[in-house]
């Protein structure tokens, strides 16, 4: 057998030329250049890689371990394709190695790429066509699409802008549900409305991927995710802005807040919308939330961050002078509000290594997450000037 040396840069040629064929075709591009490299390569392996990027590095240590098992053509093809950057399904901004979110996605592109996957078998924990659990199912759907969600329901529940009721809903919102594993507050069931009192999910184990009645007294909440679309752009009252708080890009800010924000954001140069997404998907606004990993206060700094920059992390104000004022830094050194969000998500070293938002699978939600609580385009996002 003659084997023949091919280089990842050859391959990146020929994926470019490819997609460029799907492109200029007589009937446009392929619903989801993912499917058609998974259909090619093997569903569970290109679909979970690409969209995990983090996955695909992990996949190409094995097949670099002795003890590794034999892959077949298909695993190494999809190994290589995710691991190398191409963004052939993933969806993302700032780096360049993804693809950019699109206004141009609407709720019913949204329910028809949803409609495509009736029948699928439920998987617990399945994240491609072979086999999807709920919040799997989500994330590929919008991912097809070029909308980057985080992987659980609990996630996704705090992605874009809330609706206040089912009477509100439209096509493609995300309705939540406590679930077996879940509660109001953190839900453990997603589904994707369809319309006429309709939602397609993957229900449990033992169902396939379906449309059915939405459960209506079960509904826990209701988001909005497409960023950028007319149909996202809330009022007050969509966006669930209640007494005591005024609504900056999709967050309804605590108005004791509203002035430091706006005064931080306008001295550092960076939106106030941004600044207040940061601050609403860090911690909600709670001045006495800490993390797991020991991050404190409105912004979640970390004890030494904070005792570096000189600033008391529980103290409300002074921590969002502070995330402004790195929010900021960041801008200016990278050039960009993706970029920038990256750096404080993951450190800027990462960004410096990876030129750009770094392929963690945290990072890699937070950013989208992030920019779509502050209403802000790919295009501003990728750019800061």
Known sequence: MTVTTV???EIQATLAQMQASAAAAPDGPSPGFATDLADATGLQSAGALLSDPSAADGAAGNLASADAAPADQSDLLAIMLAAGGTGAGASGVGSGSTAPVTSSVTGSDVVTEAERFEGTPYVWGGTSPSGFDCSGLVQYVYG???ISLPRTSEEQSQVGAPVPGLSEAQPGDLLFFAGSDGTPS???HVGIYVGDGQMIDAPHTGTSVQLQP???DQVVAIRRVLPGAPDSEPSETTAGAD????????VPVPDQYVATIEQSSATNAIPASLLSALLYHESRFETDAVSQAGAE????FMPATAAGMGIDPMDP???IQGAAQLLGNYTRQFGSYADALAAYDAGPGAVEQYGGVPPYAETQAYVPSVLSLAGLSAEAAGSAS
């Open 186 to 188: 953190a839900p453990g």
């Open 297 to 300: 206060g409105i912004a979640q």
């Open 243 to 250: 007494a005591g708080s005024t609504l900056i890009g999709n």
């Open 317 to 319: 104000i002074q921590s």
């Open 7 to 9: 280089t990842l840069s």
């Open 214 to 216: 939405v459960p209506t």
């Open 144 to 146: 097809q699409l070029g």
